[in-house]
């Protein structure tokens, strides 16, 4: 498996230096967060983006996704969903990422059935358009469809490759899924894992990997017998959470603890 980490821990830094602790620590790839005050987001002309995909280029790092916001099951209008969702995609093309991600975003006013409904239509309309850029839409374990089982529901619906599923490990585990439970769900689909590490389920502050009560070993353990070999992202939280250490000081020991537990499970 191969490992990257998410610039939602290192919000706003610029992409030098974020390409650079990738390569001090081993890091394999990096999650670009596409919020506005990210460096990288779909408002970059043409020029720009050749300099970004330049720059993992020359520093030998993949560019893993493009971590956007659209939220699919929102409830509205299908046209702005589906339009966040195509300036995403046009933005991994330009980069050479070969994910974005989205999240489910469902309304406490809808029935799930809708939702799903909601989500899967406008998955299967930006799926078409995935595939002719070769780049697919991810589905996050999240919000409203914080389970593998939840997710499941509404890629089952779109029935289409270009259409998969990021698990999330922390809203699995909140959601009261084993690791097992959601690997058997979202393994037909699944694009890459997002691993961290909180306190508890009442204190999500983030913390260096190994050092809480998220079950990291299980889920490297179920993806190493099943022969999975995708991507390992560690998505700290700090951009939420001021408190939080500084994620560049534990980089080093994040790989570290990542790389044990793909020994340990081999």
């Known amino acids: 498996m191969k490992l990257a980490f998410s610039t939602l821990g290192v919000p706003g830094l610029p992409l030098a230096d974020v390409l650079g602790l990738a390569t ?16 990288v987001n779909p408002s970059l002309g043409p020029d720009e983006r050749a300099a970004v995909a330049a720059q993992f280029a020359a520093a030998g790092v993949e560019p893993l996704g493009v971590a956007g916001y659209a939220r699919v099951a929102a409830p509205g209008d299908d046209d702005a969903v589906i339009a966040e969702m195509r300036g995403l995609l046009d933005l991994a093309r330009d980069l050479g990422a070969p994910y974005i991600r989205v999240f489910p975003g469902g309304g406490t006013e809808q029935g799930a059935e809708e939702a799903d409904a909601v989500a899967a239509r406008r998955l299967g309309t930006a799926a078409e358009y995935a595939a002719e850029l070769g780049v697919r839409i991810l589905l996050e374990t999240h919000d409203s469809h914080r389970t593998g089982a939840d997710a499941m529901r509404v890629l089952g619906l779109v029935g289409h490759r270009q259409a998969g599923a990021l698990w999330d490990v922390m809203h699995t585990w909140l959601g009261g899924e084993q690791p097992f439970e959601s690997y058997a769900a979202l393994s037909p689909h699944l694009g890459y894992v997002q691993v961290k590490d909180i306190a508890s389920a009442e204190d999500t502050t983030p913390l260096a990997l190994g050092a809480g009560v998220l079950p ?20 700290y939280e700090k951009r939420w959470y001021e408190s939080a250490a500084p994620l560049p000081e534990l ?5 570290e603890h990542l790389a044990r537990l793909l020994t340990d499970a081999a």
């Not at 001090?24 to 460096?39: N, S």
């Not at 990291?216 to 998505?235: A, I, K, P, Q």
């Open 216 to 235: 990291l070993t299980e889920v490297v353990d179920v993806l190493s017998r099943h022969g999975w070999d995708g991507w390992l992202c560690w998505e």
């Open 24 to 39: 001090a620590h081993g890091y394999h790839g990096v999650e670009l967060r596409a919020h506005p005050e990210e460096p």
């Open 251 to 255: 980089l080093g020991r994040g790989r």
